[in-house]
């Protein structure tokens, strides 16, 4: 096996897949959420259904087919059309809309202040909104029709229809989005801004795409999370991946890994185990939130360092690979219910089956790893994700697709004097900061960056844990947000 296809594609925000053996990259990443959130009791919607268009970008038969597209709505605290209240819209990710919605409650912390109508719009082949059933995903055919633009252009239409119906038409529209949904919203404030007043982007890498971004920023924001809380800790980590393939290619060496290590069943390959202890470093770092939380899966507070503590525990005689695996099992079996652990085929219940399609055609996003990593050093070989995408969807990924269709390239330069309204916010213990907007583009388009922050952090709801600098950064989105309102409803005077 080549060094190139050793390597996950961790990407796709909750995001991207090789056709090897890779973890999903884009947080909801597609392959790794096994635990249902907890909802709060103060998290209420009703469901809806919208005939949407099939294709919205060419003019045959087949584009006219209709399917249903899921929403969500909380109308609790909406001030009505007569007020010209503002309608707040989630950009659905890469999974079922509700556990956006459960997971997204800053805009249920701030809907009373807004008095917001709360939408939360399904992303097209994710969840139930499956434009030809349960077989939207079994081939190319059916699978061409899912792309990010065809998904924005349902959100235009769905929103423009839902204004119409309400008498809403002078409504603000205001999206929010983390991670790919993120990347959604700041999108489709650029390409619709007569039906977006404004974006909060969250965690969205909207330059992780071509030569934007330096490789290697994704897993070197990783490693240093480790390094920094514990360098013993990061030391061990990386000798545990050359000790773990060897162990796997000795006679029954994978045999025993599995059975040392409680697998439910014996894995095909020791490539299976590695990408399951490279998940949970991975998605650890994502959610190394400063509070428990059960986005993921139910972490403690400050996830990255009690791994460590964990690892540190042991003497330094200790087997590396026992190590890694208990600490691994934090990510897996914090609350202590798993009997067994799945090294492959780990179940979906999000709805993220998609996600490898996006990434062998238009979401690439190259990444490789250092020296300095504690993963193994790789390069980036374009020609081996293609050849994987031929061999899985017959299809050519489309590299510099998203950089022609929604730019990146002199982003300050170009979004200076033509964009406006969008927060872009970044953690810089998230490792998909080093693909996000981390300096103002103008006074319009501002990047807010906290360097204790994870994975959208801020989307999250508030609690009595929140430190100071969480509690800033949402007063300064809300502050921002209540701007554009404020200028929208005197230029509406006018």
Not at 96 to 108: P, S, V
Not at 135 to 155: F, H, I, K, P, V
Not at 161 to 183: R, T, W
Not at 202 to 211: E, T
Request: glycine share 6%; proline share 6%; charged share 20%.
């Amino acid at each position: 096996m080549k060094m190139a296809s050793f390597l996950p594609i961790v990407l796709q925000f909750f995001c991207c897949i090789s056709a090897i053996e890779a973890i999903p990259i884009f947080l909801p990443p597609p392959s790794l959420l096994q635990s249902k959130p907890s909802l709060k009791s103060n998290v209420s919607y009703k469901t809806h259904f919208f005939p949407q268009v099939l294709d919205h970008f060419t003019f045959v038969p087949q584009s006219y087919k209709l399917f249903q597209q899921k929403y969500l709505t909380n109308s609790e605290y909406w001030g009505g059309p007569s007020t010209k209240a503002p309608i707040f819209v989630y950009a659905g990710n890469e999974g079922k809309i509700e556990w956006f919605a459960e997971n997204t409650g800053f805009m249920f912390d701030i809907a009373p202040k807004f008095r917001a109508l709360l939408v939360f719009i399904e992303h097209r082949f994710y969840g139930e909104s499956l434009p030809f059933g349960k077989d939207s995903s079994n081939s190319s055919a059916t699978l061409g029709y899912l792309s990010s633009q065809q998904a924005l252009a349902d959100y235009a239409t769905l929103i423009l229809s839902l204004k119409k119906n309400l008498s809403a038409e002078d409504c603000p529209v205001v999206v929010f989005g983390g991670s790919y949904g993120g990347m959604l919203a700041a999108w489709f404030r650029l390409k619709y801004p007569h039906i977006v007043l404004g974006a909060l982007s969250s965690s969205a890498p909207i330059l992780q795409f071509d030569d934007l971004t330096p490789l290697t920023s994704f897993y070197d924001t990783v490693s240093k999370a480790y390094k920094d809380s514990s360098n013993n800790c990061f030391d061990v980590i990386k000798k545990s991946w050359d000790e773990l393939i060897l162990l796997g290619s000795e006679e029954e060496g994978l045999l025993k890994i599995c059975r040392n290590f409680r697998a439910c069943k014996t894995a095909s390959s020791v490539y299976s185990v590695r990408n399951w202890l490279w998940e949970a470093f991975i998605y650890t770092t994502m959610v190394n939130y400063p509070m428990k939380a059960n986005f993921l899966k139910p972490l403690p507070a400050n996830p990255v360092k009690e791994m460590c503590r964990i690892i540190d525990s042991y003497p330094p005689e200790a087997d590396t690979l026992t190590k890694v695996f208990a600490a691994a099992s934090l990510y897996f079996n914090y609350s202590g219910t798993e009997k067994c652990f799945e090294f492959e085929k780990r179940r979906d219940p999000h709805g993220l089956s998609g996600w490898n399609w996006q990434a062998c055609t238009e979401m690439v996003m190259p990444m490789s790893c250092s020296e300095q990593s504690m993963f193994p050093p790789d390069n980036y070989n374009y020609t081996e994700k293609a050849e994987g995408c031929m061999l899985e969807f017959g299809v050519q990924p489309r590299r510099h697709w998203i950089t022609t269709e929604f730019g990146g390239h002199r982003i300050g330069m170009v979004l200076r004097r033509f964009g406006s309204n969008i927060i872009f916010s970044n953690g810089m213990l998230d490792p998909w900061s080093g693909g996000g907007v981390l300096k103002n583009i103008s006074d319009r388009i501002v990047a807010l960056v906290t360097e204790k922050g994870a994975h959208h952090l801020d989307l999250r709801f508030a609690t009595k844990e929140d430190p100071d600098w969480l509690i800033e950064q949402r007063r300064q989105e809300v502050e921002i947000i209540q701007s554009w309102l404020d200028q929208y409803y005197l230029d509406l005077q006018r």
